[in-house]
């Protein structure tokens, strides 16, 4: 177990209502290919905050990485949606392209 990865599950062991914690613990996980991990504590965050454009989209590549595309839809137009509301272009971006593989890969 890495060190940052010991380093957060501490924290959140103390204050799990903690949902920046708990992202950086998914980042982390996610940087090291530990995808299940990850979506737990994605999900978690998406659950309790869906305004939340980075844990939008990072749930969506983690659920992509286990080839869980028909899930990621969801993540990934709600990333889309508050790009659009905040202003942010290279997220929206990110998010059209993988959702477009996604709905590519479900028609095949």
Not at 20 to 29: D, K, P, T
Not at 52 to 74: H, P, R, Y
């Amino acid at each position: 177990m890495s060190e940052r990865i010991s380093l957060y599950l501490e924290k959140l062991a103390k204050n799990p209502d903690n949902l920046l914690n708990r992202f950086s613990l998914a980042q982390v996980y996610y940087e090291t290919g530990e995808y299940e991990e990850s979506i737990l504590h994605l999900r978690t965050c998406f659950e309790k905050r869906n305004d939340w454009m980075m844990v939008a989209l990072l749930l969506g590549k983690a659920l992509i990485a286990v080839e869980q595309k028909e899930a990621a839809c969801e993540p990934l137009k709600q990333t889309i949606t508050l790009a659009q509301k905040q202003g942010h272009e290279d997220p929206e971006h990110e998010a059209r392209t993988l959702l477009a593989e996604c709905v590519e890969s479900e028609s095949v």
